[in-house]
């Protein structure tokens, strides 16, 4: 079966289609810029010339099917025919307390998104853009919905509550979701793999470090814990977000600066985190050329991430009253040596010991960068949340098949 698998945002959309009998990625692209006269259409397939092109693309129904064109292309395309794609999987980033597993899309599914949009006015809306531009031009396909928060859904309440009175909770579902569900979710059963122990066994802390940013505390393989929260701003330093403050830094900025609603939340949003310590760069890469070159706020800003990082380590083995496993992944997790020695250097205590060579070594697989002796380990694993939801959308499309055909021979 072939899956293709859609990431829309509110002005762009990223694609891999996947042939789930090897699980490989036959093609994958992007569209951005959707709305304008000047799309940027970006495809690249396996063993093929990939294609590059600016063209108007207005909505998002438009971008999917120039991108169903793309896949069936007779020169740059991978199937012989649209039909032989027979599901699609979309991310959605919030599920809310609706959504505790990935499920196949009906109408009900897609009023439940529509009404968490409060909760992610940016992205559930585009979310469900993608899925009726997929439904228009594939009106027969079957399509499954993967959920950022769902793997968060174990948190107990005293992890997702927050100390505020309740009634908030009550009326708004005010309280901690956590984000890049499928990501720690992936990870963590890859590093048990290595590991070769069974998850029910292990503690982990696995770190999702990009530029947004987030931990989790991983008990017997379930989310217990994890650093974002209603939002994906709480938690961790980010490139541009502040993650966690003192929340009375809102309405004392707001007056002292004068400054709207909108304007604070654009503050901690989009010009805190790396770039306004550094007053350089919000990107990790860049933060540590500069430090290298003796730009003192760009190694303040460097400190002050690591150092982060490393209390929520600690407040998670604390969470889990102990650790085996710490799990790096993301752009900066998965390819700086850097933040992972500088991260894990405070955690000795803990039981934790770097292989100095191989934490620097750049390979791109999921490997131990920990000593031989340490008793914690530490692995660096490549994420793949896109692999997730071609398999759940594969698992939920064949489960819903095979459960037809047993009605039908029943039936008969
Ligand atoms: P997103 O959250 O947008 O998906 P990514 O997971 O791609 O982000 O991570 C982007 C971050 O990874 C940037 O801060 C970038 O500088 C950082 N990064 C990528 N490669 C390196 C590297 N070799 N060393 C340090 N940081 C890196």
């Not at 890049?180 to 059963?189: A, L």
């Amino acid at each position: 079966m072939k899956v293709l698998v859609i990431n829309a945002g509110s002005s762009s959309l990223k694609y891999q289609l996947y042939d789930m009998k090897d699980e490989s990625v036959l093609a994958k692209g992007r569209v951005e810029r959707i709305g304008t006269e000047s799309a940027i259409v970006t495809h690249e397939p396996k063993d093929k010339p990939g294609v590059r092109e600016v063209s108007e693309i207005l909505d998002h129904v438009t971008a999917v099917r120039r991108v169903l064109d793309l896949l069936q292309h007779r020169e740059h395309g991978v199937v012989g025919s649209i039909a032989e794609i027979e599901a699609v999987g979309h991310r959605v980033v919030h599920g809310g307390e609706t959504f505790k597993e990935s499920v196949l899309v009906d109408d009900e599914v897609k009023r439940s998104i529509r009404d968490l949009f409060d909760l992610a006015p940016l992205h559930n809306p585009a979310a469900l853009t993608g899925i009726n531009a997929v439904e228009q031009n594939m009106p027969d396909v079957p399509q499954a919905v993967v959920f950022d928060t769902a793997f968060h859904q174990t948190m107990p309440r005293h992890a997702y509550l927050y100390p505020i009175p309740m009634a908030l909770y009550r009326r708004h579902r005010i309280r901690r979701y956590g984000f890049h569900g499928t990501s720690h979710f992936y990870v963590s059963r890859r590093a048990a793999e290595l590991i070769g122990r069974p998850i029910e066994e292990l503690k982990m802390v696995t770190c999702h470090i990009g530029n947004g940013s987030s931990c989790a505390a991983i008990l017997g393989g379930q989310s217990v814990d994890t650093s974002m929260g209603l939002t994906p701003l709480e938690g961790l330093m980010m490139g541009t977000r502040s993650g966690d403050i003192d929340p009375a830094v809102v309405p004392f900025v707001m007056s002292k600066e004068e400054l709207t609603l909108g304007e604070v939340n654009s503050m901690l949003n989009k010009h805190s985190g790396l770039l306004a310590i550094s007053g350089s760069s919000g990107d990790m890469r860049e933060i540590i050329e500069a430090m290298e070159e003796g730009d003192r706020n760009a190694k303040l800003a460097f400190d002050m991430f690591c150092y982060r990082l490393r209390k929520y380590v600690g407040a998670y083995a604390a969470a889990m009253n102990g650790l085996d496993a710490i799990v790096f992944t993301a752009g900066i997790g998965e390819n700086s040596p850097h933040v992972r020695k500088a991260v894990c250097e405070g955690l000795s205590f803990l039981g934790v010991k770097l292989d100095e060579a191989a934490n620097f070594d750049a390979a791109k697989e999921a490997r131990f960068i920990s000593a031989p002796d340490s008793r914690v380990k530490v692995l660096v694993v490549p994420t793949n949340e896109e692999l997730i939801i071609a398999r759940d959308t594969y698992r939920l499309v064949t489960e819903r098949k095979r459960a037809g055909e047993t009605a039908a021979a029943l039936e008969s």
